[in-house]
């Protein structure tokens, strides 16, 4: 009986706390919204997202409808959400995260192997290819090449490219007061990658695949105006990994 | 308040008459798109006076609070457009969290000599300074001219409004709420009449490039019927209509170059509203663009021939 209550006490915290987190999150960064894809189906989806700032995960998760949410598990650093206690209890609490071990020297479980059995379980994920955040000047980090793994190991997968603008400019690295500015959060179509028997395509797709998540943001949409003080835009990014 | 049931009263019939031809409308010729966004404009519109309507009802406190909130929902919609670097993060939390709340108590606190230069003498300086400390220099004036801007008319010109809740006109024994009412009603109006001027004449193209909807035939047409509503509406005033109508010309066409300038800054910017939260309209500045500038004229023109000098104008009026 005792064990009872304590989970279920447990579970409307972590309900309680999801729904704290998401009113933050809509609060402070006022996302605006853009769905260019259909509601989450029975087919699995990765949501491949950039990186910028450590409210990322949060503000897609807020930004998702709430059967969604209960379907759908960010992947996550373990070093970062096991940190603490509090950390602990968002990280595996609320978001149900996967959380991966970022150092190849010390890990002990393979992160596509993680991946892939949250999916077969029956999951989607929100995944940041990137592999780290990304604080250069550049829009997007080469990918990191899980994604082409997850994609060829379950070829039915829809992968579902989400651009997120602004929120680093609302928390930049190191800060600790958000300023409220308004964030887009851009879902773009779904892509349905057919992988089986494409061995050695790995640098096309991942090239292919950053090219969609890029035409997502305001650069991509306007190439024509780049903004003062924007470096120069690449002729053609996908030169150099064509045949 | 008597004026203010009367009031309500009114913008309800009007809106009632503009839902109705609205529903004519979508009868006659189908819900094209222009009838949609017409009845989600209008729509809108009976949103956006319920809320000032209940503002209004509630006394001073409510009003500025309202327009308190109006200035954070502008500033957070003018500065995700500006330019800035991280540098500017203390700068921005400055602007929103301390130059906001601190220009509306001076506000509520009736402080004419605070309120009027904490933003363009206190902020100009402070914004900068936390900035420099910092150390980067790239788009350094870009940065400081974009945020002092987006303060100057999101909080300093929206405090304006509220600023005529105090306003101590000898001889006026009503409301302040009411000269507020005015305002916007007589510059939002202006604005209608404009849009509606303009579909029925509008040919030459006042800003081609700035604003391509803005015609002379609108210009004209509207800013002359919102003098008319504004003589109208004399009795929300302490003036005859004569000075009422001359007044709410004036703040028509100040509305009109507000709303052009802040125009010409979405055109810089290369957006077409400047959000989305207001359905049909776009952003919060994009209905309150003609209302930033006119209050800051409408104020200073009442405080300085009506406040500060009357025996000096009082033959004129």
């Given at each position: ?6 989970s279920s006490?447990g ?7 999801g729904?704290?987190l998401?009113g933050?999150?809509h609060?402070v ?8 894809c ?5 087919t699995p ?10 409210a990322?995960t ?17 992947v996550a ?6 940190k603490?206690?509090?950390r ?9 995260a ?6 190849p ?10 991946m892939?059995?949250a ?11 990137e592999g780290?955040?990304?604080e250069?000047?550049?829009p ?10 997850l994609a060829?190991?379950r070829?039915d997968?829809?992968?579902?490219p989400?651009?997120i ?6 928390l930049?690295r190191?800060?600790v ?11 773009g ?9 494409a061995?050695g395509e ?17 650069a ?19 030169g150099?990994a064509?045949p | ?8 009263v009114?913008?309800?019939?009007t809106?009632?008459a503009a ?7 979508r ?5 094209t798109?222009f009838?949609?966004?017409l009845t989600q404009?209008?729509?809108?519109w ?15 406190g409510a009003?500025?609070l309202?327009?308190?909130?109006l200035s954070?929902a ?5 500065l995700t ?11 921005l ?25 904490f933003i363009p ?6 914004l900068?300074?936390?900035s420099?400390?910092r150390?980067?220099?790239e ?7 974009e ?26 024994d ?7 009412a005015f305002?916007v009603i007589?510059?939002?109006?202006s604005?209608v009449?404009?849009?509606?001027w303009?579909k ?12 391509p909807?803005?015609t002379?035939e ?9 003098a ?13 209509p004569?000075t ?5 010309f004036?703040?028509?066409i100040?509305?009109f170059f ?8 979405k055109?810089?910017?290369?957006v077409?509203?400047?959000g989305t ?14 209302v930033v500038?006119a209050?800051l004229?409408?104020f200073?023109?009442l405080r ?12 004129v009026?």
């Amino acid at each position: 009986m005792a064990i009872d209550i304590r989970s279920s006490l447990g579970r409307i915290a972590q309900t309680a706390a999801g729904a704290v987190l998401t009113g933050i999150a809509h609060a402070v960064a006022a996302p605006r919204v853009v769905r260019l894809c259909p509601p989450l189906g029975a087919t699995p989806r990765i949501y491949i997202a950039n990186h910028t700032s450590n409210a990322d995960t949060v503000l897609i998760w807020a930004c998702l409808s709430r059967r969604e949410r209960r379907r759908v598990r960010p992947v996550a650093a373990a070093d970062y959400w096991l940190k603490s206690p509090l950390r602990r209890f968002i990280g595996k609490g609320v978001f149900n995260a996967v959380l991966i071990e970022r150092n190849p020297e010390d890990r002990t479980q393979d992160p596509v192997a993680q991946m892939t059995a949250a999916i077969d379980a029956g999951f989607s994920l929100i995944l940041f290819p990137e592999g780290r955040r990304n604080e250069g000047e550049v829009p997007l980090l080469p990918l990191k090449s899980g994604i082409y793994h997850l994609a060829r190991s379950r070829p039915d997968l829809e992968i579902v490219p989400v651009w997120i603008e602004n929120l680093n400019g609302v928390l930049p690295r190191g800060e600790v007061i958000p300023v409220p500015l308004i964030c887009t959060l851009t879902f773009g179509p779904p892509i349905s990658p057919d992988l089986r028997g494409a061995e050695g395509e790995k640098a096309r797709f991942l090239a292919g695949l950053a090219e969609r998540m890029l035409a997502l943001s305001p650069a991509g949409h306007d190439r024509s105006t780049p903004a003062v003080g924007d470096p120069p835009a690449p002729a053609d990014p996908q030169g150099g990994a064509q045949p | 308040m008597t004026e203010l049931a009367a009031l309500f009263v009114l913008v309800a019939l009007t809106l009632g008459a503009a839902s109705l031809a609205a529903h004519l409308i979508r009868n006659r010729v189908g819900p094209t798109a222009f009838v949609e966004n017409l009845t989600q404009r209008i729509d809108a519109w009976w949103v956006m006076c319920i809320v000032l309507g209940v503002a209004f009802a509630l006394g001073p406190g409510a009003t500025i609070l309202l327009f308190a909130f109006l200035s954070f929902a502008v500033l957070r919609e003018f500065l995700t457009l500006t330019r800035r670097s991280r540098a500017d993060h203390y700068a921005l939390i400055f602007a929103f969290f301390v130059a906001l709340p601190v220009q509306y108590l001076a506000i509520w606190q009736d402080w004419y000599g605070f309120f009027t230069v904490f933003i363009p003498v206190w902020t100009f300086m402070i914004l900068p300074t936390l900035s420099v400390l910092r150390g980067q220099t790239e788009g350094f004036l870009t940065r400081m001219a974009e945020t002092q801007w987006a303060l100057m008319v999101s909080v300093f010109c929206v405090s304006h409004v509220p600023a005529l809740l105090f306003l101590d006109i000898p001889g006026f024994d009503k409301s302040g709420v009411l000269l507020v009412a005015f305002l916007v009603i007589v510059v939002q109006g202006s604005d209608v009449l404009q849009y509606i001027w303009g579909k029925m004449l509008g040919r030459t193209k006042v800003a081609p490039r700035t604003s391509p909807s803005k015609t002379w035939e609108g210009l004209i047409g509207g800013t002359l019927s919102a003098a008319l509503l504004g003589a109208a509406l004399f009795w929300l005033t302490p003036f005859p209509p004569l000075t009422a109508g001359l007044l709410a010309f004036v703040c028509a066409i100040v509305g009109f170059f507000g709303g052009l300038v802040l125009s010409a800054v979405k055109r810089d910017r290369g957006v077409k509203d400047w959000g989305t939260t207001i359905e049909g309209h776009g952003g919060f500045l994009d209905r309150l663009d003609g209302v930033v500038f006119a209050a800051l004229i409408f104020f200073h023109l009442l405080r300085f021939f009506w406040v500060t000098n009357p025996e000096t104008f009082n033959i004129v009026f």
